[in-house]
């Protein structure tokens, strides 16, 4: 056995399950408590166990402020609003000023009522090029499809705000909403004037636009407007090398991880067949974490299909879900040379089907760690752990100190 000298530094893999928490519903349990999770048990039989408050008791967090919490970053003062995470997420430039939102071809009627918030799933990588570049009053506007119907837009010019209204309904039924400013200024007047405007043009636009043209040969709505929700505003922020002292990576599927990681200044790594649903890759993910920690101190590993189950109010999918990650990926990377930490972001009971504010589990396995009496990864059984109820951002510095990167204040 080697002993390590304290001037050695270790490193870490986060893996957070998206909406991982429950409540108990069928049989009393929860999702986790009924999963088959051998792997995770041994973690926590072997760990410092406690829950987790991601944002503060009560607070339901959603899923971008509570990753900002989870890494460190806190959401009330680094949280630039989700247009900001899409568009990063998207590999689109951003620069201080600029404001991004995230958006959706939608099928609207000449009376601007919505018949489909998530129209033109094919065709919508072209019907983006044709908006991408549209400069109104001097601020140019530009547009990346994402996945499906779904895309990231920015607005690059002088005096723009992120303080403006949604224009999307958020359901079939409504009338296209009017930007408006969410504070007195000119610069919000500015930036619902320009969004207006833009909404307009692009139901101009692409209701002519052959693609939606040979929509409608084929019986099918087109996609002839685009939708803008969820504003940000980017400012460059210190990242989690400037903050803390170590290099970071994130493995993820869904672009709002990468766009989250991409603020905070993680290496994003690629992993074929990282989807960001239930069919993801999970042996990639895991080959791809132990292969980033040779060149990263701390890899944050994201998997999101546990959300979806939850919103699905799906309790046999989470179920299925949660035993499928603890085969594929935490039996791979359970005796990596690093501190292994599992957790959760937030949430997503399947009787209610959103997010909720009870506390998430949390585990972390390495040397020296205050072993507990813990022996199962659960909702429940954490509570009697050494760890405690500590916060999101508690977390990373917890980690930190184990890592060697530790903060001391006083002499
Ligand atoms: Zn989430
Ligand atoms: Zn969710």
Redesign the pocket.
Known sequence: MTTKSSYDKNKVILLVY??LGDRPSMNGKTPLQAANTPYMDEISEEGINGLMDVISPGIV???DT??LSILGYDPYKYYPGRGVFEALGADMELDKGDVAFRANFATVDEKMKVIDRRAGRKGSKELAETLNGLEIEGIKIFLKNTTEHRCAVVMKGENLSRYVSDVDTHEAGGIVKECKPLKEGEDEKKTATITNEFVRMSYEILNEHPVNEERRRRGEPPANIILLRGAGSYEKVLSMKEKFGFSAACIAGASLYKGVAKYIGMDVIPVEGATGKADTNLNNKAETALHALEKHDFVFVHV?GT?NNGHDGDFEGKKEMISRIDKELVARIKDADAYIAIT???S?PVSIKR?SSDPVPVVIKGEGVRKDEVNKFDEVSVASGALGRIRGIDLVPILSDFMGYYTMYGT
Do not use: L, R
Request: glycine share 14%.
């Open positions: 998206d909406g967090p959603g899923s509570a990753h999101k959300d959760a972001d937030h997503t997010h």
